[in-house]
C-alpha cells in the first residue's frame, strides 16, 4: 500500500515538473521572438525619417528645430562638399532667422572644417583663420562677431581665435 502512495507521489511530482518545463520553454520562445527584427524595423541616428523636403520646408518656414536637426544628423553621412555647404545653408537659417543657439556653432563649425581650420572646435584658441582666403575669413571673423554679440561666446574666447 505504501509503495501505492510513493508511486502516485512520484508521479504527481514528475507531471508537474514537465508542465513547469514546458511552461519555461514557451516564454523562452516569446521572448526570442521579442528580439526577432528585421533591418527593416531598424531606424538608426542618422536615417531620416521624414522626407528631405519635408524637412527643407519646415526649417525654411517654421524654424522646426527637431527637422533641422534630423536633417543635420543625415549630413554627416553625406560626402564633404555636401555635408559642409549644407549645413552652413541650414544652419544659417535657423541661427538668424529663428535663433536657435546650436546652429550659431554648428555653421561656425562647417566654415572651419570646409577650410581645414582645425579639428577641435571647442578650444577657440586652436582655431586659426589665418589660414582662409581673404573672403571666407571675412566670413568667420563676421560669424565670429554676432556669436559674441549674442553673448554665445566670451570675448576670451573670440581673441583666443588666430588671425
Same mark, same amino acid.
Given at each position: 500500500?505504501?509503495?501505492?502512495?510513493?508511486?502516485?507521489?512520484?508521479?504527481?511530482?514528475?507531471?508537474?515538473?514537465?508542465?513547469?518545463?514546458?511552461?519555461?520553454?514557451?516564454?523562452?520562445?516569446?521572448?526570442?521572438?521579442?528580439?526577432?527584427?528585421?533591418?527593416?524595423?531598424?531606424?538608426?541616428?542618422?536615417?531620416?525619417?521624414?522626407?528631405?523636403?519635408?524637412?527643407?520646408?519646415?526649417?525654411?518656414?517654421?524654424?522646426?528645430?527637431?527637422?533641422?536637426?534630423?536633417?543635420?544628423?543625415?549630413?554627416?553621412?553625406?560626402?564633404?562638399?555636401?555635408?559642409?555647404?549644407?549645413?552652413?545653408? &541650414?544652419? %544659417?537659417?535657423?541661427?538668424? $532667422? /529663428?535663433?536657435?543657439?546650436?546652429? +550659431?556653432? =554648428? &555653421?561656425? %563649425?562647417?566654415?572651419?572644417? $570646409? /577650410?581645414?581650420?582645425?579639428?577641435? +572646435?571647442? =578650444?577657440?584658441? %586652436?582655431?586659426?583663420?589665418? $589660414?582662409?582666403?581673404?573672403?571666407?575669413?571675412?566670413?568667420?571673423?563676421?560669424?565670429?562677431?554676432?556669436m559674441l554679440d549674442k553673448k554665445l561666446i566670451n570675448q576670451e574666447n573670440f581673441n583666443a581665435v588666430k588671425r
Open positions: 500500500m505504501k509503495s501505492k502512495y510513493a508511486f502516485i507521489l512520484l508521479l504527481l511530482i514528475f507531471i508537474s515538473c514537465k508542465e513547469k518545463i514546458e511552461q519555461k520553454e514557451e516564454e523562452v520562445k516569446k521572448d526570442n521572438k521579442l528580439y526577432e527584427v528585421t533591418q527593416d524595423d531598424v531606424i538608426t541616428m542618422n536615417t531620416m525619417t521624414t522626407p528631405y523636403d519635408t524637412l527643407i520646408h519646415r526649417i525654411k518656414n517654421r524654424g522646426d528645430r527637431d527637422s533641422y536637426d534630423e536633417l543635420f544628423y543625415s549630413f554627416m553621412e553625406s560626402p564633404f562638399e555636401i555635408r559642409t555647404d549644407s549645413t552652413m545653408f &541650414y544652419a %544659417k537659417i535657423m541661427a538668424v $532667422k /529663428y535663433n536657435y543657439e546650436r546652429c +550659431y556653432f =554648428d &555653421y561656425f %563649425k562647417a566654415l572651419c572644417e $570646409k /577650410y581645414a581650420v582645425h579639428e577641435d +572646435y571647442q =578650444d577657440f584658441s %586652436k582655431i586659426d583663420i589665418s $589660414k582662409m582666403d581673404k573672403s571666407s575669413k571675412k566670413q568667420a571673423e563676421d560669424w565670429l562677431k554676432l
